[in-house]
């Protein structure tokens, strides 16, 4: 009985050798890719993003393209058998055999191009995790400008040793890139452009995610929330975004407001010409509230008596605040103003502004006529009504 099936199930594996085989192998694919990937999942797990940053991005970012790579080992196997099994001239002369190498290559090359990719992101993302756990600073827009240029090499180098696979020459590759970088050039010169500003931003960083920058002679204001290959991201006071070319960066100035030490406090102060008496005692006692008041710093700052306007005495302040906080900055202005305005009340001058001052002579009594009633005389006759309409 046991002969029996032995021999029937003998006889349906020569019969059917081919697709047992090929089955097999895509079936033992499926099974190992995917417990592969749960593998590496679990793994990548149990291991923290911040003390294992490298380790965890790594495993992390390789649980899906280790899985596609089984798989492609595994189909190829898969071909392989079918190829050794059908023999004769079908396995020299088909696609399948001239195809199947080209194609096993580029699928391994692909899957560990995917794999780089993800590891480099999550690697990223792990080390800005750190550095803020650890409470550091580490520079979005240089790390993000570091992944980039580790992606863009990864690509390119996958590019080529794709095209190697597939039969291409890279040297002759090379050279027509040679001499059609020329006309691409011509082609894309805002594109290219673009990309050396941006290459610009992240090699000398004016200005970095999070910031805000004012590009003087436009209206563009605002925080930076993205910095790309082509067009910078700014977010302005009405909160709608958007997009300057990497290119502007290269002829125009920009200023870094976020990056000034201090805010500046520039203001007229006008006093009537009636207290041109009381101005030294002004002067004097508002530079010494200024040399003790906490949000000014106190290396230099000015007060004077500047002018003689057309309407006042022009009275004129420069300082700068301690902090760059603008809520900060405003109340510090307000409280200086303030106070300047007490030390003027308290000498007994008065603050004015544009004004005009009318001086009208005194209008004199109408003369007596002679012999009025205090001399016994009468008052001049009252003219005659005048008539009616009616």
């Known amino acids: 009985m046991i002969s029996s099936l032995l021999e029937q199930a003998t006889a349906v594996y020569h019969e059917w050798r081919t697709v047992i085989l090929v089955f097999a192998a ?24 911040v003390r294992h940053a490298w380790g965890h991005g790594l495993l992390a970012g390789a649980a ?8 492609v080992l595994g189909i190829a196997l898969a071909g392989q058998i079918l190829l050794r099994e059908s023999g004769g001239e079908f396995a020299k002369d088909s696609l399948l055999a001239h195809g199947l190498a080209p194609i096993r290559d580029v699928g391994v090359i692909l899957a560990v191009m995917w794999l780089l990719l993800r590891a480099v992101n999550r690697i990223q993302d792990n080390l800005l995790l750190r550095a803020r756990e650890h ?5 979005p827009t240089a790390a993000d400008a570091i992944g980039k240029l580790t992606k863009a090499s990864v690509v390119i180098t996958a590019i080529l040793m794709m095209m190697q696979a597939l039969g291409f020459s890279i040297a002759g590759l090379l050279a027509f890139g040679g001499m059609g970088g020329i006309a691409v050039g011509f082609a894309a010169q805002s594109l290219v452009a673009n990309l050396l500003g941006g290459l610009t931003i992240f090699a000398s960083r ?3 995610v999070g910031e805000y ?8 204001m605002g925080g930076v929330e993205h910095i790309g290959w082509r067009a910078t991201r700014l977010i302005g006071f009405d909160c709608k975004p958007f997009y300057v070319p990497n290119a502007m960066f290269n002829t125009q100035p920009v200023i870094n407001h976020t990056r000034m030490t201090s805010r500046r406090i520039m203001e007229d102060i006008h006093v009537r010409y009636a207290d041109i008496d009381a101005v030294p005692a002004i002067v004097a006692d508002v530079r010494d509230m200024l040399g003790r008041h906490p949000g000014v710093k106190h290396d230099f700052f000015a007060f004077n008596f500047s002018s003689c306007g057309t309407f006042s005495l022009k009275l004129s302040l420069y300082a700068f605040t301690v902090g760059t906080d ?8 307000e409280d200086v103003l303030l106070k300047i305005a007490d030390i003027i009340r308290r000498h007994g001058a008065r603050m004015t502004g544009p004004a005009s001052t009318v001086e009208m002579p005194q209008l004199q009594a109408p003369a007596r006529a002679p012999g009025g009633p205090e001399a016994g ?9 005048l008539p009616s309409a009616g």
């Open 213 to 220: 920058i004012i590009i003087p002679g436009t209206d563009l």
């Open 377 to 385: 005389g009468t008052l001049p006759p009252m003219p005659p009504p």
């Open 135 to 139: 409470g550091r600073e580490l520079d």
């Open 206 to 208: 004016p200005f970095k």
């Open 64 to 71: 899906l393209p280790a899985q596609m790579l089984v798989w």
């Open 326 to 333: 603008y809520n900060d900055y405003m109340d510090t202005q």
């Open 26 to 49: 895509v079936l033992g694919a499926l099974l190992v890719g995917g417990f592969l990937r749960l593998a590496l999942e679990r793994v990548a797990r149990r291991l923290h993003p």
